[in-house]
């Protein structure tokens, strides 16, 4: 993530916790831009925020989004029948952005 963001990202949004929230804690650097909707523990012990996860807070990201305070940049997206593909783009390190995955109906 260094590389390709190197002051590092905008925000983290966790939805995980615990050493997985730790590990990428330092690449945000401001860390009250941490926000935790599975562990407000470990979000509080570094500084930052924690949600709840509730329709109402999916909003509120959805918002920071809207205005323009951080950048999602995404990449590429492949449908759900072309998952090996993602997976080969992701593997390969050279995905600018996030690279999504779409259900098909």
Same mark, same amino acid.
């Given at each position: ?27 945000? #650097? ?9 562990? #407000? ?30 950048? #999602? ?29 779409? #259900?098909?109906?």
């Amino acid at each position: 993530m260094r590389q390709a963001i190197p002051d590092g990202p905008d925000l983290i949004v966790d939805l995980v916790g615990g050493d997985a929230l730790r590990a990428v804690a330092d690449l945000v #650097p401001d860390r009250t831009r941490i926000i935790s909707a599975a562990d #407000p523990d470990t979000a509080a012990e570094l500084g930052g925020l924690s949600l709840t996860r509730t329709d109402e807070a999916m909003v509120k990201i959805t918002e920071v989004i809207q205005y323009g305070l951080v950048n #999602p940049h995404s990449d590429t997206q492949f449908g759900l029948d072309q998952a090996d593909q993602a997976i080969a783009a992701v593997e390969t390190g050279h995905a600018a952005g996030k690279i999504i995955v779409v #259900p098909q109906d």
